[in-house]
């Protein structure tokens, strides 16, 4: 399994093309790296864990989702897996809400986002992002 931590072109084309407006909740698989891997001076204190680092990246972009009216709805720590393959355990699940698909694609391009990227791009290992329509209905 190639390990991806960013979008292909044309996944990034497809979510940000799609026309549906409103909400959406992205899912959050999140699999870390066991000790971070900043570039020499990227950052003050690079001997951190994954985890760590990425906590640094959520911390600012948590505030960042908040500016654009958006909000982590849930997050946790996976402890068991009780249906499907555990091969890949991952380290941490949430879920973050943003206004609409546009807020979510302009935060990628805000200097502040970017600065926060070194971050997560240090602690993530990889992860799988699902864009969601709140509101379904396999349990209404």
Known sequence: MAKKRRPTAAQFRELSDHPRKGPIQMINL??????????????????????????????????????????????????????????????EVAIVEYPSREAFVAMLSMPEYRAAHVHREAGLDHQKLIECRPGGDAFS
């Open 30 to 91: 999140l699999k870390f790296r066991d000790r971070a891997q900043y570039n020499d001076g990227e950052v003050e204190n690079s001997d951190v864990s994954g985890r760590e680092a990425y906590g640094r990246y959520g911390k600012l972009v948590g505030e960042i989702v908040a500016g654009l009216g958006g909000c982590v709805i849930w997050s946790g720590t996976p402890e068991v897996v009780a249906v499907g393959d555990d091969g890949d355990l991952w380290d």
